[in-house]
């Protein structure tokens, strides 16, 4: 079934969405507990938002492959090759007037901390900061829609940072600029987890338009409508929408904000002029709180799985690949079948080739669940020399928030774990009926085996 709407979802974890009726503030209070929730933990609903009568915030809304996989109508197991075949097509957006987002209007908002409750995630950060916000623009040159999800800072007044790094919308920025014209830009908070997956995607400039991706990871077309002040067309059926104009030419200090990296980063960014918001009655704002698992998540299938196409067009027997959790996508783990030394160096390479992000990388073989850490580690203590299945390429290019690419640039590594030919390599198991027995007993008594 396709989810009409993050409400809907919402509706339909049921003992998978933790409801907390005590008041939390979302300057830090709202974090800590989204980063006190164990892996795997469910969904939180805080319903008593300080300083925010009304309204609820919503966070670790993806943090499970369980709940990724329900967002799609798949199993966990198909999570992967769910997201693939669907993406390979499109499902293009239709027009509507049923807009839920536009029940209550606010022209040129006077305090936009004052309206929404941004979180303050950590201590050092320099203010609020909006985490999942889906911005939404089209090329001034071409008219080609934009969709991706940009760290903004809530400077006060009508004025937010955007940290605007990553094509296309840096490009599209660009295009305004060398015209003189701001760039007209609306984030849209609080969508089915769908298309905040597509949002996520990387498209290059002759990529598939993320809106049509994501009508086909929900199968269904997106309803849009237009903004009410900048011509951008916004989801109807959103929590919020933030319209505003990116200023030409202006740049100025956003941060320090605690990054996906698990560290501080500052920068000089664009400038946001806030035109109008609108949203739903009791809207439900959403929380990403950077450094979790909700990232992981998201960065695993969205990145992480798109990545795993790219490379099975390019070479045979690729099985698996997980980016590592807490790593910000900067370390990759594929599992490759009939594993030969030459084959492995080619897929390291092709690796770091595809992804710039990416600059750790270990490659096992299909005997290994990559994403299981135990495995992965016994496959490097067990498998791997590193003088002999070491990989080391210097000078390339780093990724922006990455505090150890000084410069600009910065090494890759790629780590050959794969297991030599002798019967020495052969894997210990326990015999299938014998696991099974043991498996169904403890579902039995309410265990689940690992």
């Given at each position: 079934?396709?989810?009409?709407?993050?409400?809907?979802?919402?509706?339909?974890?049921?003992?998978?969405?933790?409801?907390?009726?005590?008041?939390?503030?979302?300057?830090?209070?709202?974090?800590?507990?989204?980063?006190?929730?164990?892996?795997?933990?469910?969904?939180?609903?805080?319903?008593?938002?300080?300083?925010?009568?009304?309204?609820?915030?919503?966070?670790?809304?993806?943090?499970?492959?369980?709940?990724?996989?329900?967002?799609?109508?798949?199993?966990?197991?198909e999570?992967?090759?769910?997201?693939?075949?669907?993406?390979?097509?499109?499902?293009?957006?239709?027009?509507?007037?049923?807009?839920?987002?536009?029940?209550?209007?606010?022209?040129?908002?006077?305090?936009?901390?004052?309206?929404?409750?941004?979180?303050?995630?950590?201590?050092?950060?320099?203010?609020?900061?909006?985490?999942?916000?889906?911005?939404?623009?089209?090329?001034?040159?071409?008219?080609?829609?934009?969709?991706?999800?940009?760290?903004?800072?809530?400077?006060?007044?009508?004025?937010?940072?955007?940290?605007?790094?990553?094509?296309?919308?840096?490009?599209?920025?660009?295009?305004?600029?060398?015209?003189?014209?701001?760039?007209?830009?609306?984030?849209a908070?609080?969508v089915?987890?769908?298309?905040?997956?597509?949002?996520?995607?990387?498209?290059?400039?002759?990529?598939?338009?993320?809106?049509?991706?994501?009508?086909?990871?929900r199968?269904a077309?997106?309803?849009?409508?237009?903004?009410?002040?900048?011509?951008?067309?916004?989801?109807?059926?959103?929590?919020?929408?933030?319209?505003?104009?990116?200023?030409?030419?202006?740049?100025?200090?956003?941060?320090?904000?605690?990054?996906?990296?698990?560290?501080?980063?500052?920068?000089?960014?664009?400038?946001?002029?806030?035109?109008?918001?609108t949203?739903?009655?009791?809207?439900?704002?959403?929380?990403?709180?950077?450094?979790?698992?909700?990232?992981?998540?998201?960065?695993?299938?969205?990145?992480?799985?798109?990545l795993?196409?790219?490379?099975?067009?390019?070479?045979?027997?690729?099985?698996?690949?997980?980016?590592?959790?807490?790593?910000?996508?900067?370390?990759?783990?594929?599992?490759?079948?009939?594993?030969?030394?030459?084959?492995?160096?080619?897929?390291?390479?092709?690796?770091?080739?595809?992804?710039?992000?990416?600059?750790?990388?270990?490659?096992?073989?299909d005997?290994?669940?990559?994403?299981?850490?135990?495995?992965?580690?016994?496959?490097?203590?067990?498998?791997?020399?590193?003088?002999?299945?070491?990989?080391?390429?210097?000078g390339?290019?780093?990724?922006?928030i990455?505090?150890?690419?000084?410069?600009?640039?910065?090494?890759?590594?790629?780590?050959?774990?794969?297991?030599?030919?002798?019967?020495?390599?052969?894997?210990?198991?326990?015999?299938?009926?014998?696991?099974?027995?043991?498996?169904?007993?403890?579902?039995?008594?309410?265990?689940?085996?690992?």
């Amino acid at each position: 079934m396709s989810y009409a709407d993050l409400r809907a979802f919402l509706a339909d974890l049921g003992s998978d969405l933790l409801k907390v009726g005590q008041a939390f503030d979302p300057k830090h209070e709202m974090a800590a507990l989204l980063r006190a929730m164990p892996a795997n933990g469910p969904a939180v609903l805080f319903e008593n938002v300080a300083g925010h009568p009304g309204a609820r915030v919503v966070g670790n809304l993806v943090a499970s492959r369980k709940r990724v996989a329900k967002a799609l109508a798949t199993s966990e197991a198909e999570l992967a090759a769910t997201y693939l075949q669907r993406t390979r097509q499109g499902i293009a957006p239709r027009q509507t007037s049923d807009a839920p987002v536009k029940e209550i209007c606010h022209l040129a908002p006077a305090d936009l901390g004052a309206l929404l409750p941004v979180l303050t995630h950590y201590a050092g950060d320099g203010g609020p900061f909006i985490t999942t916000g889906v911005v939404l623009c089209t090329d001034p040159l071409t008219g080609r829609r934009g969709m991706g999800i940009h760290r903004m800072m809530v400077k006060g007044g009508r004025r937010m940072g955007i940290l605007l790094a990553n094509p296309p919308l840096s490009t599209f920025l660009a295009n305004a600029e060398a015209a003189g014209r701001p760039l007209d830009i609306a984030v849209a908070l609080g969508v089915e987890p769908a298309l905040l997956i597509a949002a996520v995607v990387k498209a290059g400039p002759l990529g598939p338009d993320k809106m049509d991706l994501a009508g086909a990871l929900r199968g269904a077309p997106v309803d849009l409508i237009r903004a009410e002040t900048v011509a951008v067309d916004v989801p109807a059926r959103a929590e919020i929408v933030i319209e505003g104009r990116v200023l030409p030419g202006l740049r100025e200090a956003e941060g320090p904000f605690g990054e996906n990296t698990g560290y501080y980063f500052s920068n000089l960014s664009p400038v946001v002029e806030v035109t109008a918001v609108t949203h739903r009655r009791d809207f439900i704002y959403p929380a990403l709180c950077p450094w979790t698992a909700d990232v992981d998540a998201l960065l695993s299938l969205a990145a992480g799985t798109e990545l795993l196409g790219q490379l099975r067009t390019q070479m045979a027997g690729i099985a698996d690949l997980d980016l590592t959790t807490g790593t910000c996508g900067f370390t990759a783990v594929i599992a490759l079948a009939k594993a030969r030394p030459t084959d492995v160096r080619r897929l390291i390479h092709l690796v770091f080739g595809m992804d710039k992000r990416v600059k750790l990388v270990t490659v096992v073989d299909d005997d290994v669940d990559v994403r299981d850490a135990r495995e992965v580690s016994w496959a490097l203590a067990t498998r791997f020399q590193p003088d002999r299945d070491t990989v080391i390429l210097s000078g390339m290019e780093g990724y922006v928030i990455d505090p150890s690419c000084g410069g600009g640039t910065g090494s890759r590594m790629g780590m050959d774990a794969t297991r030599g030919s002798g019967p020495e390599f052969d894997k210990i198991t326990i015999p299938a009926a014998a696991a099974a027995k043991a498996r169904s007993v403890l579902a039995e008594i309410g265990f689940v085996a690992g």
